[in-house]
């Protein structure tokens, strides 16, 4: 069997169970009540049990707690791909969609992400997906938007004519009643 890995000595069991009680993030305090207990004297064997993992977890809940601390016990969200574009081409997009499109030139009336997608492929040589593009887009401040469609034959004021009111709340009865008295 191998030698498991040295917790750190700046740390005790008492102080790890403090930080647990005031940990807000759940799995942390898991993972920091489960490193108390190796602390404690408890095997990496019991440790897992408590903690409800595997030894290798606890291998790299060891690793990460000596790298980093108590932090370093935190989940993270992962960084991603890096950006296809960099800030040259972020700046050649936004010239371009402010200038707009040159109908005999890019063929369009108007920017789709579709049509900057291939714009920026016969630019850059750079290949990049209509909901990449759209996220870019919206880092850069751009918003989607669109009129609102309409016929090209509609004639003017045509709308108002199929709308539907409302009945006003008091309507004088259509009949007139006729009186009750005797004369």
Do not use: C
């Not at 050649?92 to 579709?114: C, D, T, Y």
């Amino acid at each position: 069997m191998s030698v498991p890995i040295p917790l750190r000595q700046d740390f005790t069991a008492s102080r790890l169970r403090g930080l647990a009680k005031k940990s807000k993030d759940g799995p942390q305090a898991r993972r920091l009540l489960t490193l108390a207990a190796i602390y404690d004297g408890a095997t990496r064997t019991e440790a897992a049990k408590i903690g409800g993992v595997g030894l290798q977890i606890i291998r790299d809940w060891v690793l990460r707690f000596n790298a980093r601390g108590p932090d370093g016990l935190l989940d993270t969200k992962p960084p991603g791909q890096p950006s296809k574009l960099n800030d040259g081409q972020r700046q050649a997009i936004a010239r371009m969609i402010e200038n707009g499109p040159i109908p005999a030139v890019h063929g369009v009336v108007r920017w789709r992400l579709i049509d900057l997608a291939q714009w920026i492929f016969e630019e850059f040589r750079i290949t990049v997906a209509k909901q990449t593009l759209s996220r870019e887009l919206r880092a850069m401040g751009y918003r989607k938007l669109s009129a609102r469609p309409r016929h090209h034959v509609q004639a003017e004021g045509a709308i108002e004519d199929f709308k539907k009111t409302s009945p006003r709340a008091w309507m004088q009865s259509r009949t007139k009643r006729r009186s009750t008295s005797t004369r």
